[in-house]
Nanobody, 120 residues
Framework: QVQLVESGGGLVQPGGSLRLSCAAS????????MGWYRQAPGKQRELVAV???????TYADSVKGRFTVSGDNAKNMVYLQMSSLKPEDTAVYYC??????????????WGQGTQVTVSS
């Protein structure tokens, strides 16, 4: 069994910053990539940023230049530094990991989500 636990969400004013963290634990053999998705009310879940085990990153166009994803392979952790936040960044942010378990299953796992609200 694999668990992803996020932390760091909250309320921030427009133009402010927040840092999200996510830790993966459990029956993990290796992690292919980790990252962040978000879902705003009435909208589909969308990719925000991901990083693979080699350090290659992918960002949604809407967050390029404002958000930075980073990872710690040794700790199976991923971070999202968010700056210059806008009201349209308001959403529940979900951590995602694509990994191989100790039983050799290749799976995608999700965290429970953390709320980010950008408002004055």
């Amino acid at each position: 069994q694999v668990q992803l636990v996020e932390s760091g969400g909250g309320l921030v004013q427009p133009g402010g910053s927040l840092r999200l963290s996510c830790a993966a634990s459990g029956s993990i053999f290796s992690v292919d990539r980790m990252g962040w998705y978000r879902q705003a009310p009435g909208k589909q879940r969308e990719l925000v940023a991901v990083i693979n085990s080699g350090g290659v990153t992918t960002y949604a166009d809407s967050v390029k230049g404002r958000f930075t994803v980073s990872g710690d392979n040794a700790k199976n952790m991923v971070y999202l530094q968010m700056s210059s936040l806008k009201p349209e960044d308001t959403a529940v942010y979900y951590c995602n990991a694509v990994l191989t378990t100790t039983r050799n299953a290749y799976i995608g796992a999700w965290g429970q989500g953390t709320q980010v609200t950008v408002s004055s």
